[in-house]
């Protein structure tokens, strides 16, 4: 395997962790406001299920973008300068929730974390949809000129199988939250969760799974059919799981789906990185964008120290906060008075 193999492999990787992780964190803020209708200490059970974890699994994403920089900096100049809006609505929503996750229980003030929980569903649901959006784009290509630069418009981006992408990744994460919740709750919070996630469950296997065998029959290749097929299956466990009630098995079913799902992706797309619609020659591959062979070397020894401690101590913290939360276990809000803060 080449470096440059290893690398695009490794960026597949962190991807994988980044939508598998933060996608269960999606998830549940856009059932947040559903699941917890009516009441406050519903809502904190929900939010504090990925209250010690979400800021973490945004590790993956900083990773993933700082790797792409490095190894491949003409994939990544592409990248953004054509998803330039899409990209900052995200970095946008991103922030916006992670003001409303930090804020929302400084004050203790209905109208206050109203207002903060509409930030949390706006910041899950509009990354959620955007990267289902943006991955389905990379992988039929978009319009590259002979200097490697996007040459179209806005509207050359929403076709119908970039618009199908979003609706997967949107349904798929909102399973995935819901499968997350039903392991992480107790009593009325779970039996919610456990209600949307079968709600969930139909169109999920119909969206992803169509969303699927079209990236396979048109940019797939022969070995892409096993994760199609493992991603299909997985929806399939999730759903016997969920309703034989063995909950760790419907959250490792979603996984499934969510790692084959990206796999089949990035499969589709090697060896290139991101395809031309104008003309095949304006590829950009793994070869004619990468960093230089000395670059991809020393990075690839700093790779080799640094993500086992990551992953040990992210799999630490998941360990020690493994139990479920219940309605019960919420204490009283400590926030201070929204007139004390205008004061």
Not at 27 to 53: A, E, F, Q
Not at 69 to 76: I, Q
Not at 116 to 131: M, R
Request: glycine residues 10%.
């Amino acid at each position: 395997m080449s470096l440059q193999e290893f690398w695009f492999v490794l960026i597949g990787v962190l991807f994988t962790g980044y939508f598998v992780l933060e996608g269960f964190d999606f998830g549940v803020g856009m059932l947040m406001p559903i699941l917890g209708k009516g009441s406050d200490t519903r809502r904190r059970v929900v939010l504090n299920t990925i209250g010690p974890v979400w800021d973490a699994n945004e590790v993956w994403l900083i990773t993933a973008g700082a790797a792409m920089f490095a190894a491949f900096p003409e994939w990544y100049a592409s990248l953004f300068s054509g998803f330039y809006l899409a990209l900052l609505l995200v970095l946008v929503a991103l922030i916006l929730r992670i003001c409303a996750i930090e804020y929302r229980g400084k004050i203790d003030d209905p109208r206050w974390r109203a207002r903060c929980d509409i930030g949390i569903g706006i910041g899950s649901w509009i990354p959620a949809l955007a990267w289902g959006w943006v991955f389905a784009n990379v992988v039929h290509g978009v319009p590259l000129d002979e200097k490697k630069q996007f040459a179209g418009s806005v509207a050359d981006l929403f076709g119908p199988y970039a618009l199908l992408g979003a609706v997967a990744t949107g349904l798929l994460f909102a399973l995935h939250g819901a499968m997350f919740l039903v392991l992480k709750t107790g009593g009325e919070v779970r039996a919610a969760a456990r209600r949307a996630a079968r709600l969930l469950l139909p169109p999920a296997v119909v969206v992803v799974g169509g969303f699927g065998l079209w990236t396979q029959l048109s940019y797939g290749t022969g070995w892409t059919w096993i994760p199609l097929a493992l991603a299909v299956l997985g929806l399939l466990i999730a759903a016997a799981a969920d309703f034989a009630q063995r909950d760790g098995w419907a959250f490792t079913g979603t996984t499934v789906t969510v790692a084959a799902a990206t796999a089949l992706l990035f499969g589709s797309l090697f060896p290139n990185v991101l395809p031309s619609t104008i003309d095949a020659a304006f590829d950009l591959t793994i070869h004619n964008a990468s960093s230089t062979p000395y670059t991809l070397k020393v990075m690839s020894w700093a790779a080799a120290f640094i993500a086992p401690v990551v992953v040990v101590y992210q799999g630490w913290t998941y360990w020690v906060f493994r139990k479920r939360i219940t309605v019960e276990q919420i204490p009283a809000p400590v926030g201070l008075p929204l007139g004390s803060v205008q004061d």
